[in-house]
């Protein structure tokens, strides 16, 4: 048991879709999975393990922003001997030919956070990149399921709220397609633990038009995400 979740050695599986929202990740177990467990309440986010077609497979949600998704990719990397973690969540679209309900996989992940300067001490800027197995492995489960995915550079932010559109509008110029808040520490600490990671993101606001899915577009545009993630754990790990 980790000082943040409470499963005990075994209760997890090897390969873990990691939404931010621990409310998803109990909608992910009630919807998806078959004989879901829930092994972990600790703080309130929840994690369950069940199996989808026939391999096992958990869920846990990781919280808002960086820091509290790099100590649940910490854990449980280290702690209960995790290989692979997907990241499934929403995102806002920057580039102008993204629309609400596409899918994005994240094959690298810029930051305005300092988390990595601290830990290269200012000498490296370090990119935060996807295991490219599991990247293309994603590409491959969308075009077979005719769900197409974008791949493409993400920003994982550090506020949700930002006054300044013009770096927004900057970010867009150099291809950066859409923004999140924890793909750079996900990406970052698996590449240390030598373990696989991924960022699958389903569009649920255009930033610069001011468009945002309703409650029916999001349930559908999510289920396409999740089962690419599913379909891609089972298939990657």
């Not at 854990?75 to 994005?104: F, P, Q, T």
């Not at 950066?176 to 750079?184: C, R, T």
Request: aromatic letters at 8%; hydrophobic letters at 40%.
């Amino acid at each position: 048991m980790s000082v943040h979740i409470g499963g005990k050695p075994g209760d997890i599986a090897e390969r873990v879709l990691l939404p931010g929202d621990p409310m998803r990740a109990k909608w992910i177990a009630e919807t998806f999975l078959e004989d879901a467990v829930c092994y972990t309440q600790v703080r309130g986010m929840l994690g369950f393990t069940g199996t989808w077609k026939g391999e096992r497979v958990s869920v846990q949600g990781s919280g808002m922003g960086m820091p509290s998704a790099s100590i649940y990719t910490h854990e449980l990397i280290n702690e209960y001997g995790v290989k692979s973690v997907i990241r499934i969540g929403s995102c806002g679209a920057l580039a102008d030919d993204l629309n609400l309900g596409d899918v994005i996989a994240a094959i690298g992940s810029s930051t305005d956070s300092n988390m990595n300067r601290y830990r290269f001490e200012g000498v490296v800027d370090y990119a935060p990149v996807a295991d490219f197995g599991l990247l293309r492995t994603a590409v491959e489960k969308g075009e077979a399921a005719g769900i197409p995915i974008r791949v493409g550079q993400i920003l994982a932010a550090d506020t949700f709220y930002n006054d300044r559109p013009d770096i927004t509008d900057r970010l867009a110029d150099y291809g950066i397609l859409a923004v999140e808040m924890e793909s750079a520490a996900i990406y970052t600490i698996a590449a240390r633990y030598k373990a696989k990671a991924l960022t699958i993101l389903t569009v649920s606001d255009h930033i610069k038009r001011g468009e945002a899915m309703d409650s029916a577009q999001r349930e559908q545009g999510f289920s396409n995400m999740v089962k690419i993630g599913l379909d891609t754990a089972i298939a990657g790990a």
